[in-house]
């Protein structure tokens, strides 16, 4: 037994049968029935992997182009690289310069989803791409959302923009750019606070807006080099909050995990995965396990875990990637994993000891008989072996998500707090 394994037994065979069963019923309520029948009586063992492809990855071929655009200089090849968790220097990065660099609608497709594309679309007001011909030259219409970035104020260009756009009845939010260089200078020059800075810039903008009749803009403050600071989270959550479901699906699962925004989107999106994953796990490939009633395919179950790990920011990559956002180190991080590292470490080990902890208190055969009485229950019964079986590895499933989503909360809490920590000694040096 790894040393992980056995500092966290305890908390991998934590469990509240009552909760578990309230979860396993809740997750089918907005399953369509009629779907679901047809999809049992065509599964056998040859085809059951069909299902995880069919409702697990079919967010990856979904197209979702969003298109980011503005005055020349205004910092809009710089979003699109942090957008897609690039940095000028590269491979694939958006050529970053002081003077118009984007001359036609260029597309970076993200790293780690190609069907996600972020677009560079020439500034407005240049000579070659005057207000009134952009929106037929840019095919505004093939875009599902607009980012529309200013560094000072947005000109009569921007607003030209957002009435064909308001026509064309598209999503958009206004991004200002540039407050980590705005925000200290005005704070030294006028004796003023953080937040005094963002309500003026806000302010100003917004009567700008209203008074040329653009009613209740969506404003956010960033500094488009940095996911994690200012408003880039929100702005983030607006854009995906505003698109179709399957679309708010494939770009929240494409995005990195940097903020706990994000954590809990991504959570909530692969908890409804779950039904799905139990099912293959209880349909096809089922050994016995000793000291488990059931029969489960547990390499189903720890193939679901190693995604999930990835996709929640606990891998090396992730953790590194962080630790450069948040200005530290990926060994600190990794300090505030818990449960997840024995997941990590020993992940069949891990997953059957949370498989035996949820037999030796009796779940199998109470989540098995909950589930069978209801209507669902009897077209997962026509399916899988056992009934208890698809139980119990829902059940096992269910808290492997819970631990690994709460230890990327305490990674990014723990991030957080160590930069706010170096900012304050930094900003008493300074004194």
């Known amino acids: 037994m790894s040393d992980s394994l056995e500092k966290y037994t305890e908390e991998l065979t934590d469990f509240s049968l009552e909760e578990e069963t309230r979860k396993m019923k809740a997750t089918f309520v907005e399953v369509d029935l009629e779907e679901l029948k047809a999809e049992m009586e065509t599964m056998n063992l040859e085809n059951h992997s069909e299902v995880i492809t069919k409702h697990i990855e079919q967010w990856k071929k979904i197209p979702l182009n969003i298109a980011i655009t503005g005055e020349s200089g205004s910092g809009k090849s710089t979003m699109v690289n942090t957008l897609r968790g690039l940095k000028p220097r590269d491979k694939g990065a958006a050529l970053v310069g002081v003077k118009e660099t984007t001359m036609i609608p260029t597309s970076y497709l ?13 500034g407005m ?3 070659k791409f005057p207000a009134i011909e952009y929106v037929e030259k840019m095919e505004c219409q093939k875009y599902d ?8 104020r947005f000109s009569e260009n921007d607003l030209n923009l957002v009435r064909a756009l308001r026509r064309l009845d598209k999503k958009f939010a206004f991004v200002r750019s540039r407050m980590d260089i705005d925000i200290p200078n005005q704070m030294e020059d006028y004796g003023i606070t953080e937040d005094e800075v963002k309500e003026e810039v806000r302010g100003d903008i917004s009567k700008y807006l209203e008074k040329e009749e653009i009613d209740q803009p969506q404003i956010f403050l960033v500094n488009c080099r940095q996911r994690t600071t200012y408003e880039f989270s929100d702005l983030v959550s607006y854009i995906w909050d505003n698109l179709p479901e399957m679309k708010r699906i494939a770009m929240v699962l494409t995005l990195k995990a940097v903020t706990e925004s994000m954590v809990t989107a991504k959570t909530d999106i692969l908890r409804k995965e779950i039904k799905w994953t139990a099912l293959t796990s209880a349909a096809g490939g089922a050994v016995p396990i000793p000291g488990v009633s059931v029969a489960v395919d547990v390499a189903i179950i720890a193939a679901q875990t190693m995604d999930w790990i990835t996709n929640l920011g606990l891998d090396d990559i992730s953790l590194k990637q962080i630790a450069e956002e ?3 180190t990926a060994d600190y991080l990794r300090k505030n994993i818990k449960g997840t590292s024995a997941l990590i470490a020993s992940p069949r080990e891990a997953i059957v000891t949370i498989l035996r902890g949820l037999a030796l208190a009796g779940a199998p055969k109470v989540l098995g008989e909950s589930l069978k009485a209801t209507v669902v229950g009897v077209f997962i019964g026509s399916v899988v072996s056992s009934i208890s079986a698809y139980g119990c590895t829902y059940a096992a499933l269910n808290k492997i998500l819970t631990m690994i989503s709460e230890d990327s909360h305490r990674v990014l809490q723990a991030a957080i707090t160590i930069r706010a920590k170096k900012m304050t000694e ?3 040096t300074a004194v």
Do not use: Q, R
């Not at 959302?145 to 000072?152: D, G, K, Y």
């Open 326 to 328: 948040y200005n530290t």
């Open 145 to 152: 959302f607009f980012l529309i970035v200013s560094h000072t």
């Open 125 to 127: 007001g240049t000579l």
């Open 426 to 428: 930094e900003a008493a």
């Open 110 to 122: 993200h790293p780690d989803n190609p069907n996600l594309k972020l677009w560079d679309l020439p």
